[in-house]
C-alpha cells in the first residue's frame, strides 16, 4: 500500500520561511513525477511545482523565485522550500506522486501566513 506524509506545515509571518516535506511509502514503480499542490477553501486545487523523475522542475507563476522544489529519490522524499511567504500562500498543501499507473495523494499540511 503506497502512502504519502506531508510535514512541515505551520504558521509564519509575511517574508519567512517554510519547508515542507513528503514521504513515500509503499511498493512504488514507475514513477513520473512528484507535484505540490494547494487548496483554499471554496477555490480549487492548483498546482504549486513539480519535479519530473528526470529532474525537471516547474512552478506556477506565482511562486516562480520564491519556491524551490527538490526531491531526494533514496529516501523517496520530496521537499518543498518556500521562501518570501505572502498571505496568499495561506492553503492547504498537499503532495501527489504521478506513476504510470496510478495517482497518489497525501493527506495535506495547512501552511498560514499572517501579515
Known amino acids: 500500500q503506497v502512502q504519502l506524509v506531508e510535514s512541515g506545515g505551520g504558521l509564519v509571518q509575511a517574508g519567512g520561511s517554510l519547508r515542507l516535506s513528503c514521504e513515500a511509502s509503499g511498493s512504488i514503480f514507475n514513477i513520473v513525477a512528484m507535484i505540490w499542490y494547494r487548496q483554499t477553501p471554496g477555490k480549487q486545487r492548483e498546482l504549486v511545482a513539480g519535479i519530473t523523475s528526470g529532474g525537471r522542475a516547474n512552478y506556477a507563476d506565482s511562486v516562480k523565485g520564491r519556491f524551490t522544489i527538490s526531491r531526494d529519490s533514496a529516501k523517496k522524499m520530496v521537499y518543498l522550500q518556500m521562501n518570501s511567504l505572502k498571505p496568499d500562500d495561506t492553503a492547504v498543501y498537499y503532495c501527489?506522486?504521478?506513476?504510470?499507473?496510478?495517482?497518489?495523494w497525501g493527506q495535506g499540511t495547512q501552511v498560514t501566513v499572517s501579515s
Open positions: 501527489k506522486m504521478n506513476t504510470a499507473g496510478y495517482d497518489y
